[in-house]
């Protein structure tokens, strides 16, 4: 129950996508001819691109973290669930809390875990990614920008500018 907790809260207070990213996606897509399918959401944008352009980025380190979520899952109940069967089969009482102990700890340190890599990936690896992209289309321009707090805006102004 309380994992469960932690995970609605980490869905809900982690950082939202832009309608300002969306749309610097699809003007960056437009401007560099990019032959991709435009949708909606900005990361899957980014991870199309990313694909598009046989870059390794923020669809890889999302698919890490989900492991490292699915790893510290099973495993914690797995722990659990073992400490109890045994614990219980040879009554063993220490055994039997030390195995339980573990398994949540490992779930307990894989929410964690896991609420500072999402938190990372989108305050630093998603900006890391554009960062990516236009050092691939566009070496010339100047990438300062995305180190400041809006990115999102100041990606769309520069891609405005330079459009034109």
Known sequence: MFYLFLFILLIIIIPKHTKVEKEASHLFIDMYKIPVKKVKNPVKQVFLIEKYFNIKGFHSYQITTLWIIF???????????????????????????????????????????????????????????????????????????MQEKKWQKFLLLTLIENKN
């Open 71 to 145: 790893g510290s899952i099973i495993g914690g109940a797995v722990l659990a669930l073992l400490g109890v069967a045994i614990g219980t089969s040879i009554n063993n009482p220490t055994l039997l809390g030390t195995l339980v102990f573990l398994g949540l700890f490992i779930l307990i340190v894989g929410v964690i875990y896991s609420w500072i890599r999402i938190f990372r990936m989108h305050s630093k690896i998603r900006p890391q990614s554009w960062i990516r992209l236009f050092n691939y289309v566009d070496p010339e321009l100047d990438t300062q920008f």
